[in-house]
């Protein structure tokens, strides 16, 4: 993140360099040198401190960096509070405060900093709500147009926000997910949904970014990050970080550890097909923990299972599953050959899934088909594949090169996927009929949504940190933001539910962008009210946060209040707080 300032390069012989790229010239502050014995000399470890100004080769825009390594030198103070715009968006900001205030997430943090800090946090989590986007240099901008849960509504700059989220410590995360966790029902039977995903970062010293296996590649390191979502009472309960290099199926038993040690005792697990193992399902076996899981498509014995059972269910009336539009069955078998359990496999057969996947499997074939008639008497390398679904007949060269004559499908295995088309397996480790496990499986749709969220409409696909204790730092709030938003989506599906219309603005980017539109004007006396009535749209959306007219127009009248007092306090001189101050 760079700052919106500029600041004198410093006069560091020997350990400031200058590395233009493309257009952008950085300036990089060697803070180390490393030995290589197999090269026999030292190289030097860099770090990127800041841009060079176009206007002034002398002064560059610096970033966190620059803070870590050169603390003495000071950088502008926060950002004035008279710089306030006249027009205050409230009614998402109040719906987010109702939400946080009833989750006790004020008090919760209120163990690691003070109510300055408290309120910086879950302003910055508000703001990536809100604003969708977690870049700390735009949180001014978000500042001056909405009230604030910060201390007298300061407006902090850019350059205190970076140095706030250096101070959150690995103790303050911890903590926190110590105390949320603590709070939840322990006695009561949950399903957990375990799902991960991963978030590009380009930063070279986020240790935890490391090349791996991403879905969506784009060829820059990635770290992983998970959630464990209870889908009885709709809350994320914690999450974890690990390098991207660690695949998802080896992380399994670690989070099963910290479940354990969160006191979470009598639940069961919903996972992907990712996470199947049979050393994950004996340590959940030892954990005594239920699961339902997804078990992989192409396993050979999914396919038998499928075969021996194939149509036994799929158009009988006592076997289907209307609000899913499936057909289902339930048989008892061992997992493994050494299993000591026997397990329960619920086969599901879907007709528009069965249409959609023989699309694209015939689609598949058809452009291999292709691609192999016009390289006909040409060289060329064919991957597995091709080789899966053809019979590849070719001549092979002196030089070790073969060229392809021609290529024949291989009918019995393309007629063997085609029957499998619109069939699906779930495993559980508890007895149930195949409608109450697909109901579980697919509950695990909100903690789909909830990664869908968080990259989407919370900003955070990329990190835009350079630093190890900022990449934390910026997880954390965003787990927060990712407790209130999951609220925001479960209460307006909840409202929904009971409407016999649907109407396009009860999603959460439709409903914030609604209440957005809920403002106070500042007017000639430096008073801000309420601008005009409550709309019978924002209404609705509010009524299903228990929220009515009653309670904007009182709760704007004491904002207005708040303001007033900050805004004498700052004419007064009274409050010689300044941002250099810490907030912890």
């Not at 850019?158 to 603590?182: C, E, H, P, Q």
Request: glycine residues 6%; proline residues 3%; neutral net charge.
């Amino acid at each position: 993140m760079y700052y919106d300032f500029l600041v004198k390069i410093p006069e560091n012989t020997g350990k400031i360099t200058v590395n233009r790229r493309g257009d952008t010239t950085y300036i990089e502050y060697t803070y180390a040198r490393k030995y290589v014995p197999e090269k026999k000399y030292n190289v030097p470890q860099r770090t990127t401190i800041g841009k060079q100004s176009n206007d002034d080769p002398t002064m560059m825009q610096p970033n966190q960096n620059f803070a870590k390594f050169f603390p003495g030198i000071a950088l502008p103070d926060e950002r004035n509070n008279s710089n306030r715009s006249s027009c205050l968006r409230i009614g998402a900001y109040l719906v987010i405060r109702k939400i946080m205030e009833e989750y006790n997430l004020p008090e919760m943090l209120s163990n690691h900093w003070d109510e300055r800090g408290v309120g910086l946090f879950l302003d910055l989590a508000a703001y990536s709500i809100i604003c969708e986007n977690n870049a700390g240099q735009y949180y001014p901008d978000y500042a001056y147009n909405h009230p604030l849960l910060t201390e007298d509504m300061k407006i902090y700059s850019d350059s205190t926000v970076s140095r706030f989220l250096s101070s959150i410590s690995d103790d303050d995360r911890v903590g926190f997910l110590n105390r949320w966790n603590a709070l939840r029902n322990h006695r009561e039977q949950i399903y957990i949904s375990y799902d991960s995903t991963n978030k590009n970062c380009q930063a070279g010293d986020i240790e935890m970014a490391e090349f791996g296996h991403p879905k969506d590649d784009k060829g820059v390191p990635v770290f992983n990050y998970s959630v464990a979502y209870d889908t009885d009472n709709k809350e994320p309960l914690f999450y974890e970080t690990y390098p991207g290099s660690i695949v998802d199926v080896s992380q399994l038993q670690f989070m099963l550890e910290k479940a354990k040690g969160y006191g979470y005792k009598k639940i069961g697990f919903i996972l992907d097909r990712g996470y199947f193992s049979k050393n994950n399902i004996q340590y959940m076996d030892t954990c005594q923990y239920d699961f339902v899981i997804m078990v992989k498509g192409r396993a050979s014995f999914v396919e038998r299972i499928i075969l021996e059972n194939k149509g036994k269910f799929e158009t009988k009336r006592s076997c289907v599953i209307p609000e899913y539009q499936a057909y289902g069955m339930t048989i008892q078998e061992k997992l493994y050959a050494d299993d000591e359990k026997a397990r329960y496999f619920h086969i599901y057969h879907k007709v528009t899934k069965e249409s959609a996947e023989k699309g694209l499997l015939e689609c598949k074939i058809q452009k291999m088909t292709e691609f192999l008639k016009r390289h006909e008497g040409k060289t060329v390398t064919l991957g597995d594949p091709y080789h899966w679904y053809f019979d590849i007949f070719s001549h092979e060269k002196e030089d070790g090169t073969s060229k392809l004559l021609y290529a024949k499908e291989k009918s019995e295995v393309i007629e063997r996927e085609l029957g499998l088309c619109g069939y699906f397996v779930i495993v559980t480790s508890r007895k149930m009929t195949a409608a109450e496990a697909l109901s579980l499986y697919k509950s695990r749709d909100a903690s789909e949504k909830l990664f869908r969220g968080d990259k989407s409409y919370l900003g955070n696909r990329s990190l835009r940190v350079s630093g190890n204790e900022s990449a934390d730092a910026k997880i954390f709030i965003e787990f927060v933001a990712l407790i209130v938003r999951c609220k925001l989506y479960t209460q307006l599906k909840a409202m929904m539910a009971e409407m016999s219309k649907k109407p396009n603005y009860m999603t959460v980017p439709a409903a914030l962008k609604e209440l957005e539109k809920i403002e106070m004007i500042r007017q000639m006396d430096n008073i801000y009210r309420l601008d005009h009535a409550v709309t019978a749209t924002q209404k609705t959306i509010l009524k299903a946060f228990g929220v009515d007219e009653d309670y904007i127009k009182s709760r704007a009248t004491r904002l207005g209040e708040q303001l007033k007092a900050a805004a004498k306090q700052e004419r007064d001189g009274e409050d010689g707080s300044t941002e250099e101050d810490d907030i912890d």
